[in-house]
């Protein structure tokens, strides 16, 4: 555990968190990610540094499968518009 003003810990796990809930839930690993950046700030350690990294590619890669979730989404919609099933 996390000792009294020890925060690297906390944003490392963070920071693994956001990256795997990329892949299913973008918007919450997106905010994961920003709560690890924050979190990863309140320390210099070696720990902290690649929880940071960590975060900022949770960050990106929930970006992206946001944007490739809402544009097929949106070429579905379409797509089933145009030639409804009835």
């Not at 299913?24 to 210099?44: E, L």
Request: hydrophobic share 55%.
């Amino acid at each position: 555990m996390a000792k009294d003003g020890d925060f690297s810990d906390v944003s490392y796990v963070l920071g693994i968190l956001s990256i795997v809930l990329a892949f299913f839930q973008p918007i919450a690993a997106f905010i994961i990610g920003i709560v690890g950046i924050f979190q990863s700030r309140k320390q210099k350690t070696l720990l902290s540094a690649r929880a940071k990294k960590l975060s900022i590619i949770g960050i990106v890669v929930s970006i992206i499968f946001f944007i490739v979730t809402v544009a097929l989404t949106a070429y579905f919609t379409l797509k089933g518009l145009k030639n409804p099933l009835i």
